[in-house]
């Protein structure tokens, strides 16, 4: 009898044993797979770092992502290559990017409280009218927008793109904060209106505030998406005065064969510096507006 218990007990010890194998097993493949994954991700910019440090006339000859020749002739001659110096162009960015960031926060969050909290007559089909507008892609609405701008002369100048950030143009926006104002006990703004406070004061004193998760993915998302945007920019900044990083960028190819690569990968480096700080600044609430917000 004892000696059947002894077999018995060694062989759940050796079941046991096998299933932490295969646990740990899996564990180390999974961050294997992982570990490998996020490399392949991160080569193309730690390719585009080695070749803005390297000479412009080994760029393509040496295959490896440590520099045999180290140089910082790149990032001078690019910064110094055009008429302005770049500068000009990450000024001009970030004017934009401000004003869509600050437009987009300032009307989405405003639309957003009036679907989340407010009635009135044919809420939900504008509500279902405002999400259908987040599937036009932009080359649908980007030719009325041209001749739109083109008839109150706005061509040339920053407005095209910042003016509709405080129109509520950007669906995806008003919906995730929505969402979000959703998730809010509606105690608070209630025992607000009771006491005798209007929506602006509940909206300013008691949903701004708890909404700052929200706020700030909307924040980081505005700032990425203008920051990168290159087709609109295109369109309606044709002064070369008035062209932003995405365009300025864009001069150093040339179909002749005449690109200065260095250059560009110097100046490419460049401009993610501010997409970089701006996410790590906001990052822990980047996380926590979309774990807590529309994305669930």
Same mark, same amino acid.
């Given at each position: 009898?004892?000696?059947?218990?002894?077999?018995?007990?060694?062989?759940?010890?050796?079941?046991?044993?096998?299933?932490?194998?295969?646990?740990?097993?899996?564990?180390?493949?999974?961050?294997?797979?992982?570990?490998?994954?996020?490399?392949?991700?991160?080569?193309?910019?730690?390719?585009?770092?080695?070749?803005?440090?390297?000479?412009?006339?080994?760029?393509?000859?040496?295959?490896?992502?440590?520099?045999?020749?180290?140089?910082?002739?790149?990032?001078?001659?690019?910064?110094?290559?055009?008429?302005?110096?770049?500068?000009?162009?990450?000024?001009?960015?970030?004017?934009?990017?401000?004003?869509?960031?600050?437009?987009?926060?300032?009307?989405?969050?405003?639309?957003?409280?009036?679907?989340?909290?407010?009635?009135?007559?044919?809420?939900?089909?504008?509500?279902?009218?405002?999400?259908?507008?987040?599937?036009?892609?932009? +080359?649908?609405?980007?030719?009325?927008?041209?001749?739109?701008?083109?008839?109150?002369?706005?061509?040339?100048?920053?407005?095209?793109?910042?003016?509709?950030k405080f129109l509520a143009t950007d669906a995806f926006f008003i919906f995730l904060m929505v969402q979000f104002i959703r998730?809010?006990?509606?105690?608070?703004?209630?025992?607000?209106?009771?006491?005798?406070?209007?929506?602006?004061?509940?909206?300013?004193?008691?949903?701004?505030?708890?909404?700052?998760?929200?706020?700030?993915?909307?924040?980081?998302?505005?700032?990425?998406?203008?920051?990168?945007?290159?087709?609109?920019?295109?369109?309606?900044?044709?002064?070369?005065?008035?062209?932003?990083?995405?365009?300025?960028?864009? +001069?150093?190819?040339?179909?002749?064969?005449?690109?200065?690569?260095?250059?560009?990968?110097?100046?490419?480096?460049?401009?993610?510096?501010?997409i970089f700080g701006f996410f790590l600044a906001g990052q822990k609430y980047l996380v926590r507006g979309i774990a807590t917000?529309?994305?669930?």
């Amino acid at each position: 009898m004892t000696s059947e218990k002894n077999r018995t007990s060694d062989l759940n010890d050796t079941l046991l044993a096998r299933t932490l194998l295969a646990v740990r097993g899996k564990k180390l493949f999974t961050h294997a797979a992982l570990i490998l994954f996020g490399l392949a991700m991160l080569y193309p910019l730690l390719w585009m770092i080695s070749s803005a440090l390297k000479p412009e006339e080994v760029i393509f000859r040496e295959q490896g992502l440590i520099p045999t020749s180290f140089t910082l002739e790149n990032f001078s001659n690019g910064w110094n290559a055009m008429r302005h110096s770049f500068g000009h162009y990450f000024l001009n960015s970030a004017i934009i990017t401000a004003g869509a960031v600050v437009g987009n926060l300032f009307a989405c969050s405003l639309a957003a409280y009036a679907f989340a909290r407010l009635e009135f007559p044919l809420k939900r089909f504008w509500f279902a009218l405002m999400l259908g507008s987040i599937m036009l892609p932009l +080359h649908v609405v980007i030719v009325p927008q041209y001749i739109l701008f083109s008839e109150i002369g706005w061509l040339n100048t920053f407005l095209p793109l910042i003016a509709p950030k405080f129109l509520a143009t950007d669906a995806f926006f008003i919906f995730l904060m929505v969402q979000f104002i959703r998730t809010l006990p509606r105690d608070l703004d209630e025992a607000a209106l009771i006491d005798g406070a209007g929506h602006w004061r509940v909206f300013s004193r008691i949903i701004i505030p708890l909404s700052m998760p929200a706020l700030a993915t909307t924040a980081i998302f505005t700032f990425i998406w203008t920051w990168n945007d290159f087709l609109s920019q295109l369109i309606f900044l044709t002064d070369p005065d008035m062209h932003t990083v995405p365009i300025a960028l864009r +001069h150093f190819l040339d179909s002749t064969g005449e690109s200065s690569w260095g250059p560009m990968f110097a100046m490419s480096v460049l401009s993610l510096g501010p997409i970089f700080g701006f996410f790590l600044a906001g990052q822990k609430y980047l996380v926590r507006g979309i774990a807590t917000s529309g994305l669930k």
